[in-house]
Each structure stands twice: as structure tokens, then as C-alpha cells.
């Protein structure tokens, strides 16, 4: 982890993001204990808050962006694409997966779903040849067409969203819009802390295949590839 990222980072745990999409957090109840978290993400603006943030993950779901060897499984796990196809990439943050899609994909379109505001002019600024949408990934269809692409362009996708941490309804929501939007046979890839939490989950329309550990990363992580089943 370099400083630099680690400073992009910090100050999005005080960054207050759009909340007019229902099934993004808003009707959450349990954001509703703590006045101060009642909002995504509306935590606190300095790192005396850390603590707090730290004992509400749910909302964000990591302290640190994830290390350049998470980086680079991840991006290994979704293999070949044909050229043309979008790549979509779910939970951005500040790009710590971005920057190994883009160099891996030079022939490829990717559009990023990120719901956090203020992370969404960086993101552009630094990957001007993709499309950054502030938004929720529960509604990837919609993206997809007001951006100007189609769902048969869809090739793969990379996921750093915090599902774990996730209300129920919106957990299934996202993997819902993941299933309508992903063609058979192709990946969506994603990341958890908790490999184990993850069996008592069905995800809809996907077949787990062989996981992969990385151990430099905080928290350790396991990268999850799933294949979309046909039908
Ligand atoms: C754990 S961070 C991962 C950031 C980056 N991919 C990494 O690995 O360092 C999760 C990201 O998902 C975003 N996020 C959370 N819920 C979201 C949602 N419903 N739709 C889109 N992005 C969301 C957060 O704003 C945050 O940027």
C-alpha cells in the first residue's frame, strides 16, 4: 500500500454519497441506529473516525484499497475476452483494480459502477478512455443502456463491492442485475475476506470455480471466480 493511495482513500470515509436510489442503502434500517451512519459512507471527514469506521465496515466494507497482487489475481481470473467486448467493474473505489483492467484490456470498453460520489471525477480524470457511472450496481441494465452499450456486449466483470456487508436485499439485488447482464460461460470475479461466509450463499445462475488465496493484502483475501450458468 502506498501513501498515495492510502491518502486517496482516507478521505472517502467522511464522503456522502447520492442516496435517492432505494435499494441502495437509503431504506437500510440498521443505518438508522447511529444517527451519524445514516448514510453510506456519511461517516466522518478525518482519520479520528477511523475507529468508528472500523467498527461499522458495513457501509464501505474495507479500510484499505486492495494490494497490487489482489490486484493482478483478480485480472488474471477473468482470462481471455475478445476484444470489443465491455468490461464491467463494480465498487472501484480508487482504482486499485482499474488501472490492471486497463492495461490488460487495451481493446476492450470499460465502464465502472461506483456509488460513492466523490470518487467518480478522479476515477474519470485518471481513466479517461472509460465510463465511470455514479451509481448503483443494482441496476446494471440501465447503466449499460444509457451509456450507450448493449447487454450482448457484456464480455466480464470484476466486482470489489462489500456484498458481505450489504443489506440482504440490496446483496441479492446487485446479483440479480449481475445475472440478467452476463452472458453464459462468461466471469464475474469478486473478491472477499470471508471465503467461508460465502457458503451459506447461493448466488444466482453461478457456478463457483477454483478460488485463489492472497495473502498480501489487508485483510488476506480469496478471489472468487463465478461462471455464469447458461439459462
Ligand atoms: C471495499 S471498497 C473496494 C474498492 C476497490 N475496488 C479496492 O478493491 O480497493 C468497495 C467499493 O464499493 C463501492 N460500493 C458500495 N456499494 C456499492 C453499490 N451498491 N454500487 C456501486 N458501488 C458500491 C464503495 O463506494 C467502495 O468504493
Not at 467498527?55 to 481471455?80: F, I
Not at 492495461?103 to 465511470?132: C, G, H, K, W
Not at 470475479?189 to 447461493?202: E, G, H, L, V
Amino acid at each position: 500500500m502506498d501513501g498515495t493511495t492510502l491518502r486517496a482513500w482516507a478521505p472517502s470515509l467522511g464522503a456522502s454519497v447520492p442516496t435517492q436510489d432505494p435499494r441502495c442503502y437509503a431504506n437500510d434500517p440498521s443505518l438508522r441506529k447511529n444517527p451519524k451512519l445514516r448514510q453510506p459512507h456519511e461517516m466522518v471527514g478525518s482519520l479520528k473516525f477511523l475507529g468508528a469506521f472500523l467498527r461499522n465496515r458495513k457501509q464501505v466494507g474495507a479500510v484499505l484499497p486492495s494490494s497490487p497482487l489482489l490486484a493482478k489475481a483478480m485480472v488474471r481470473a477473468l482470462g481471455d475476452i475478445e476484444p470489443g467486448k465491455l468490461i464491467i467493474e463494480l465498487g472501484p473505489g480508487t482504482g486499485a483494480f482499474t488501472k490492471r483492467i486497463v492495461d490488460a484490456y487495451p481493446n476492450n470498453p470499460i465502464m465502472m459502477v461506483e456509488f460513492t460520489e466523490s470518487f467518480v471525477p478522479p476515477l474519470q480524470a485518471r481513466f479517461p478512455q472509460t465510463t465511470v457511472v455514479n451509481g448503483c450496481a443494482s441496476e446494471l441494465s440501465k447503466h449499460i443502456s444509457d451509456h450507450g452499450y448493449t447487454v450482448d456486449q457484456v464480455g466480464g466483470l470484476i466486482s470489489g463491492l462489500p456484498l458481505l456487508s450489504m443489506p440482504q436485499q440490496l446483496r441479492d439485488g446487485v446479483w440479480n442485475s449481475i445475472a440478467e447482464i452476463l452472458p453464459a460461460n462468461s466471469l464475474y470475479i469478486q473478491f472477499t475476506y470471508s471465503k467461508r461466509a460465502w457458503r451459506k450463499f447461493q448466488i444466482p445462475h453461478m457456478d463457483l470455480e477454483p478460488t485463489k488465496r492472497v495473502l498480501l493484502n489487508v485483510p488476506p483475501a480469496v478471489v472468487l471466480p463465478f461462471r455464469r450458468r447458461a439459462g
